[in-house]
C-alpha cells in the first residue's frame, strides 16, 4: 500500500534543504513504492480528480519527461506543446497535429517520423477523409 505524507501538502519540492531527514527518507520510501507499483504493471488512479500543470523552461529534461510520464502511467491525459519533435515522439502515445486552426494529423508516434510530422505541422499533409473517420 502507498504511504502518502500528508504533512507535505501545498510544499515546494525545488530545494532538498526545505525537508528534514526524515522528510526526505519518507519521500525516497515512496518513490520505491511508486517504482515497485509500476514494475509490476499496477496502473491506478492515484492522481484521481486532481488537475496538475507540468511547466518546463527547458525542453527535453529528464524530469519533465518523468512526469509527463509518471502523470499517463497513473491515468492522465497529458497535454504537450513543444517544438521538439524527437521529444514528441519519445513522450507521446498519440499525436494530433494543428494547423491553422484545424486538426490536419492524427499520428501514431510509433510508426511515423520526423519528416512526416514536420510536413503535417507546415500544412503540407493533411488527414484523408477516410483516414479522420477512423
Same mark, same amino acid.
Not at 70 to 99: H, N, P, Q, T
Given at each position: 500500500?502507498?504511504?502518502?505524507?500528508?504533512? =507535505?501538502? !501545498?510544499?515546494? =519540492?525545488?530545494?532538498?534543504?526545505?525537508?528534514? /531527514?526524515?522528510?526526505?527518507?519518507? =519521500? &525516497?520510501? @515512496?518513490?520505491?513504492?511508486?517504482?515497485? +507499483?509500476?514494475?509490476? !504493471? $499496477? +496502473?491506478?488512479?492515484?492522481?484521481?480528480?486532481?488537475? &496538475?500543470?507540468? &511547466?518546463? #523552461?527547458?525542453?527535453? *529534461?529528464? *524530469?519533465?519527461?518523468?512526469?509527463? %510520464?509518471?502523470?499517463? /502511467? #497513473?491515468?492522465?491525459? $497529458? @497535454?504537450?506543446?513543444? @517544438?521538439?519533435?524527437?521529444?514528441?515522439? /519519445?513522450?507521446?502515445?498519440? &499525436?494530433?497535429?494543428?494547423?491553422?486552426? #484545424? %486538426?490536419?494529423?492524427? @499520428? /501514431?508516434?510509433?510508426?511515423?517520423?520526423?519528416?512526416?510530422? !514536420? =510536413?503535417?505541422?507546415? !500544412?503540407?499533409?493533411?488527414?484523408?477523409?477516410? #483516414?479522420?473517420?477512423?
Amino acid at each position: 500500500m502507498i504511504t502518502w505524507m500528508p504533512e =507535505l501538502k !501545498g510544499r515546494s =519540492l525545488m530545494r532538498m534543504t526545505s525537508f528534514t /531527514d526524515e522528510e526526505m527518507m519518507n =519521500l &525516497i520510501d @515512496l518513490a520505491a513504492q511508486l517504482k515497485a +507499483r509500476r514494475r509490476a !504493471g $499496477v +496502473r491506478g488512479d492515484l492522481l484521481h480528480r486532481k488537475n &496538475i500543470a507540468l &511547466i518546463f #523552461e527547458k525542453s527535453s *529534461t529528464r *524530469t519533465r519527461n518523468s512526469s509527463v %510520464i509518471a502523470a499517463r /502511467d #497513473e491515468g492522465k491525459a $497529458v @497535454l504537450l506543446v513543444s @517544438l521538439e519533435m524527437d521529444e514528441v515522439l /519519445d513522450v507521446s502515445d498519440r &499525436i494530433l497535429v494543428m494547423y491553422e486552426g #484545424e %486538426i490536419v494529423g492524427e @499520428l /501514431d508516434p510509433k510508426k511515423t517520423t520526423v519528416e512526416e510530422l !514536420g =510536413l503535417y505541422m507546415a !500544412g503540407a499533409k493533411r488527414m484523408t477523409r477516410e #483516414e479522420a473517420a477512423v
